[in-house]
């Protein structure tokens, strides 16, 4: 699976990105389907993700009530909608897939397959 992510840019606080993660060479079917980010200095961390059919939703508490997935099966996409943006936001975002399970969503080392990145800028 070879996985496409768009949609980072700069914005100032407050502002809204939609990020998308779309797969080539394959489905999400059966994968989990996760965001990360990893701002400069930073370790990779988790935002958010969810099992492609069936399962919970998961977010980080930092982005909970802010950040939204959203699932397009016919694209075979997984959308990130961010609202009320802060600086603190500020990182390259990775999408990731994996037969991570409930437990596992938030280590990176459940994924097997990543995107390239795309970078989110938050100004204050």
């Known amino acids: 699976v070879q996985l496409q992510a768009s949609g980072g840019g700069l914005v100032h606080a407050g502002g809204s990105l939609k990020l998308s993660c779309a797969a080539s060479?394959?489905?999400?079917?059966?994968?989990?389907v996760s965001w990360f980010r990893q701002a400069p200095g930073k370790e990779r961390e988790f935002v958010a993700g969810?099992?492609?059919?069936?399962?919970?939703?998961y977010y980080a508490d930092s982005v909970k009530g802010r950040f939204t997935l959203s699932k397009d099966g016919a694209k075979n996409t997984l959308n990130l909608q961010m609202d009320n943006l802060e600086p603190e936001d500020t990182a390259v975002y990775y999408c990731?897939?994996?037969?991570?399970?409930?437990?596992?969503?938030?280590?990176?080392?459940?994924?097997?397959?990543w995107g390239q990145g795309t970078q989110v800028t938050v100004s204050s």
């Open positions: 990731a897939v994996g037969r991570a399970i409930a437990s596992t969503t938030s280590r990176a080392n459940a994924y097997n397959y």
């Open positions: 060479g394959g489905t999400f079917s059966g994968y989990t």
């Open positions: 969810r099992r492609w059919v069936g399962g919970g939703e």
